[in-house]
């Protein structure tokens, strides 16, 4: 057991987020050791570890190294629950509103950028990199995803008006 412990141990330091790491060099340096284990482990006591290890590290290799590239990505799952819990409460101090379901709805992933700006002068400098094509793509797929949430909120608002307005355009296009 106490093998079992050091090599954790290690793979932890592995790990350990450092200004210095990119994806790449952990990813192989994790690579490299898992190897290192499978061979220095091999007695009849280790081989369950071992493949629990490598079936465990296997399902979540990829995206496990991506933050290194990205420091603003939220570590674990424990840090993206704390990011949406401050999105949260930021956006119900905003407006007042216990629900943010239309929120999510109708800003989605973009979300992310708010939180993503460090100060006013870091969201400005972000806005002068953004290419008017990039934005134009942007707002193509931001109108294409809430359209249909866009014209259900309408029937609901007022489902006879709506229905109305489908019967009007089928008749003029017929």
């Not at 290192?36 to 990829?62: H, P, T």
């Not at 007042?96 to 973009?110: A, C, D, F, L, V």
Request: proline share 2%.
């Amino acid at each position: 057991m106490k093998r079992w412990d050091l090599r954790f141990k290690r793979i932890a330091t592995i790990m350990e987020p450092s200004e210095n790491k990119t994806s790449s060099w952990v990813e192989s340096r994790l690579r490299q050791y898992l190897n290192q284990i499978e061979k220095d482990l091999n007695c009849e006591d280790d081989l369950a570890f071992v493949d629990n290890l490598m079936r465990y590290s296997k399902g979540f290799w990829k995206g496990l190294f991506t933050f290194y590239d990205f420091p603003l990505l939220p570590r674990t799952n424990n840090d993206l629950e704390l990011f949406f819990r401050r999105t949260k409460a930021r956006h119900r101090r905003i407006t007042g509103s216990r629900t943010w379901n239309r929120y999510i709805i109708r800003h989605g992933e973009n979300i992310v950028f708010v939180e993503n700006v460090k100060d006013e002068q870091d969201g400005l400098q972000k806005i002068r990199n953004a290419t008017y094509s990039g934005y134009k793509e942007e707002v193509s797929k931001w109108n294409h995803r809430i359209h249909e949430h866009t014209k259900q909120r309408r029937f609901k608002q007022d489902p006879d008006s709506y229905l109305f307005n489908i019967e009007r355009k089928w008749n003029q296009h017929n």
